[in-house]
């Protein structure tokens, strides 16, 4: 059974950074692509970051500059660097990853990250 498994939320003061992690099992990871979303109160879940498997990236236009996704294959695991967040930045993060010969779609549980003004 494919699991994901996230750390790195928290609370942290606005313009602060945090570096989201989520490691894989149980998938052939070099060949997936990897995305992180998030989730506010009220709101749709939306796309913020996503990484191929050969390593383009693309993101949501209100986190360019600020945030980097990147991955380790080695380690089955894909990454997002925060830096200079706001209070909008708020929200449950989610990490994607997509694998497998259909392209099948698994989540992580979430991780809460808090921004405070």
């Known amino acids: 059974q494919v699991q994901l498994v996230e750390s790195g939320g928290g609370l942290v003061q606005a313009g602060g950074s945090l570096r989201l992690s989520c490691v894989a099992s149980r998938i052939t990871f070099s060949s997936s692509y990897g995305a992180w979303y998030r989730q506010a109160p009220g709101k749709q879940r939306e796309l913020v970051a996503s990484?191929?498997?050969?390593?383009?990236?693309n993101y949501t236009d209100s986190v360019k500059g600020r945030f980097t996704i990147s991955r380790d294959n080695a380690k089955n695991t894909v990454y997002l660097q925060m830096n200079s967040l706001k209070p909008e930045d708020t929200a449950v993060y989610y990490c994607n990853v997509r694998a497998g010969r259909y392209f099948t779609d698994f989540w992580g549980q979430g991780t809460q990250v808090t921004v405070s003004s």
């Open positions: 990484i191929t498997d050969g390593g383009s990236t």
